[in-house]
């Protein structure tokens, strides 16, 4: 007979991922900080940084995320000068984000950002955890999400 007490929290990994996640974001916000960007900005200027002038949907595909989430990040990327909005040349329903000379000089200080987190998670990791443990969790955690992304959602769980 199957157990029918319900799912402990601590067993969950789905809150362990998200518990990390957030984790995660308080990490860099002080990194982050001096640079002017939050965690998710920083995540589009890592995408343009990568390639300039993407098309919205493109960065959101790169990101996985609606223009719902992307276009406030966008507009407010847009206000702090970073990112500049231009119609594509050969078709005008196509807006492209640009870096601006600002966003572009960013890229330099922001360099420094993987290697401050990593020092960061190493100083206070616990005993056992390495780089080479975490790049194996973020292995994991990519193909996890490929897995899941390309799933059909279902119902029956």
Known sequence: MPDRSPPRLDQQLCFALYTASRAFSRAYAPILAPL???YPQYLV???LW???ALAINEIGERLM???GTLTPLLKRL???EMVARRRDAEDQRIVRILLTPKGRELAVR???VPD???CRVQGTAAEGIDLEDLERLREGARDLAKTLLASPASEDG
């Open 36 to 38: 002017g960007l939050t």
């Open 45 to 47: 200027m890592l995408v």
């Open 50 to 52: 990568e390639q300039d």
């Open 65 to 67: 995320l609606d223009s």
């Open 78 to 80: 847009e206000k702090q």
């Open 110 to 112: 922001a360099a420094q």
């Open 116 to 118: 401050a987190l990593r």
